[in-house]
Antibody, heavy 120, light 107 residues
Framework: EVQLVESGGGLVQPGGSLRLSCAAS????????MSWVRQAPGKGLEWVAH????????DSADSVKGRFTISRDNARNSLYLQIHTLSVDDTAVYFC?????????????WGQGVLVTVSS | DIQMTQSPSSLSASVGDRVTITCRAS??????LNWYQQKPGKAPKLLIY???KLHIGVPSRFSGGGSGTDFTLTITSLQPEDFATYYC?????????FGQGTKLEIK
């Protein structure tokens, strides 16, 4: 069974930093692109960033470019999101997502999400 | 970025009804369109990928159609568990974008 379990969220002050982690199991992690998607309270879904299966390519949304860094450790079956210079607009649930990338592209498995709250 | 616009934003229907949700892309996206269902407090679930392909385990009352810029998600014979929020997503360009969501409520 595919499992994605996020951790590392919490309450952070504006301007602070945080690193989110996602532990993957039940599939060959090194074979899949992975993404982070976030959802502000009561709002819709926003794709944040993704990373190629071998870590050689990444891309991110303009809204987070330069502040968020996606990375992975295939030996540890783990995905990460390093977040810098947090603002209140970054308050959201952050989902770790497995991405099917080939032919057509879609998100077939999601973690339960981790809440990041930015507040003074 | 490609903008995705869903309509309606909310919809009231009854068990057994047939409903259709529309998603329009701001530019051509071929068939790179996915649909997700999200219930309160839960992660989204994939329903339809590549505009019309049913994901494993999704009931056949869900169907998707369209290509280019205009797409639909149709649910025939609504069941109680179908009341949720639905999102479309384009994956034609890798700055993936979602629609704003359609909340399907019980009438």
């Amino acid at each position: 069974e595919v499992q994605l379990v996020e951790s590392g969220g919490g309450l952070v002050q504006p301007g602070g930093s945080l690193r989110l982690s996602c532990a993957a199991s039940g599939f060959t992690f090194s074979s899949y692109w992975m993404s982070w998607v976030r959802q502000a309270p009561g709002k819709g879904l926003e794709w944040v960033a993704h990373i190629k299966n071998d870590g050689s390519e990444t891309d991110s949304a303009d809204s987070v470019k330069g502040r968020f860094t996606i990375s992975r450790d295939n030996a540890r079956n783990s995905l990460y999101l390093q977040i810098h210079t947090l603002s209140v607009d970054d308050t959201a649930v952050y989902f770790c997502v497995r991405e099917v990338f080939g032919g057509y592209f879609y998100f077939d498995h999601w973690g339960q999400g981790v809440l990041v709250t930015v507040s003074s | 970025d490609i903008q995705m616009t869903q309509s309606p934003s909310s919809l009231s229907a009854s068990v057994g009804d047939r409903v259709t949700i529309t998603c329009r892309a701001s530019q051509f996206i071929s068939g790179y369109l996915n649909w997700y269902q999200q219930k309160p407090g839960k992660a989204p679930k994939l329903l339809i990928y590549a505009a019309s392909k049913l994901h494993i385990g999704v009931p056949s009352r869900f169907s998707g159609g369209g290509s280019g810029t205009d797409f639909t998600l149709t649910i025939t014979s609504l069941q109680p568990e179908d009341f949720a929020t639905y999102y479309c997503q384009q994956t034609y360009i890798t700055r993936y974008t979602f629609g704003q969501g359609t909340k399907l409520e019980i009438k």
